[in-house]
């Protein structure tokens, strides 16, 4: 699995975190098909990512009680689609976080 880390720095909120993420997502012209908290991280925001129709997802978690947030692909989710945006996608979010 790859996994994408960014910086929470001290100025975010959690609430700001989720908004980025979430207008990060609609700027690659990606479709939500999940939004929803894991168990192995309470208060976490999680979403799962699709490009059109095309198989593949990518995954995005904000955990503001870890103070965490990542981008993840796990191998048997991996699609061209995703290694096309995920450079780009990458550097918007880490723009949009500061």
């Not at 699995?1 to 975190?17: D, N, P, R, V, Y």
Request: hydrophobic fraction near 40%.
């Amino acid at each position: 699995m790859q996994e994408i880390e960014f910086e929470w720095t001290e100025s975010l909120t959690g609430e700001k975190a989720v908004a980025v993420i979430d207008n990060c997502l609609a700027d690659f012209d990606l479709t939500v098909t999940l939004r929803d908290t894991l168990r192995s991280y309470p208060g976490c925001t999680h979403w799962h990512a699709k490009f059109g129709r095309e198989r593949g997802i990518l995954e995005a978690t904000c955990w503001p009680a870890g103070r965490r947030i990542w981008l993840a692909v796990h191998e048997n989710r991996r699609a061209p689609w995703i290694d096309d945006i995920l450079p780009s996608a990458t550097e918007s979010l880490r723009r949009a976080l500061f």
